[in-house]
């Protein structure tokens, strides 16, 4: 699994790297799933993640590299999708903010339940829905910021293509995204949560 797993991340990688609509926003919005990488390549040998893991993050690494080659607000197939459902915008960042949430919402409820931090089920649930809106929240910050520096990148990065409520639609969708996750795949991620050895990455 690994190795097929390495060859699509860097396969996609290399295809986002060539001639990107702008190697900075490209720098930026693939420098995510580059470090995300970096954690588990660090961390698998202690803490290896379900099978179920490691597939939501290679493909929401395959999203932040689609993103990356063309930016958010000009990604071909979503352009070609406006016509068909009365789409004013090009919607590929909204996508990109659900998976924000439903990819996280997964991450942060394995770290809770194998490290025993909440004891109930509700209690996980709204824990996980939680950080995912936090983490939604203060990566809205962290383009703002970024904005702020990047002059005339700043809107290629923020993709918000003059709609207003850009930026509290992008958190409403990653809620979603997060409970979306939990309703979906909760009974399979239990269910790999009792076979996965702690000793194999």
Not at 27 to 55: D, K, M, N, Q
Not at 71 to 90: H, I, Q, S
Not at 127 to 152: H, M, P, R
């Amino acid at each position: 699994m690994k190795i097929i797993w390495l060859a699509i991340f860097f396969a996609v990688l290399l295809w986002s790297a060539v001639a990107p609509k702008d190697y900075y926003i490209w720098a930026l919005e693939s420098a995510p799933a580059i470090i995300g990488l970096l954690v588990l390549v660090v961390t698998c040998g202690r803490f290896p993640l379900t099978p179920l893991l490691y597939w939501l993050i290679l493909f929401h690494c395959i999203v932040l590299f689609v993103g990356a080659h063309y930016t958010y607000a000009e990604v071909p197939l979503f352009d070609m999708l406006k016509p068909w459902f009365g789409f004013e915008r090009n919607n590929y960042d909204k996508l990109g903010h659900f998976v924000q949430g439903f990819v996280p919402a997964m991450i942060a409820r394995e770290i809770l339940i194998r490290k025993h931090v909440v004891s109930t089920r509700p209690w996980l649930n709204f824990i996980v829905v939680c950080f995912c809106l936090a983490l939604s929240a203060f990566y809205e910050l962290i383009e703002w910021w970024v904005a702020l520096l990047s002059g005339q990148s700043a809107e290629a990065f923020l993709g918000t293509q003059g709609y207003i409520w850009d930026t509290q639609s992008d958190m409403g969708l990653a809620l979603l995204g997060a409970v979306v996750a939990l309703l979906l795949l909760s009974r399979l991620h239990d269910r790999q949560l009792k076979t996965i050895d702690p000793g194999v990455c």
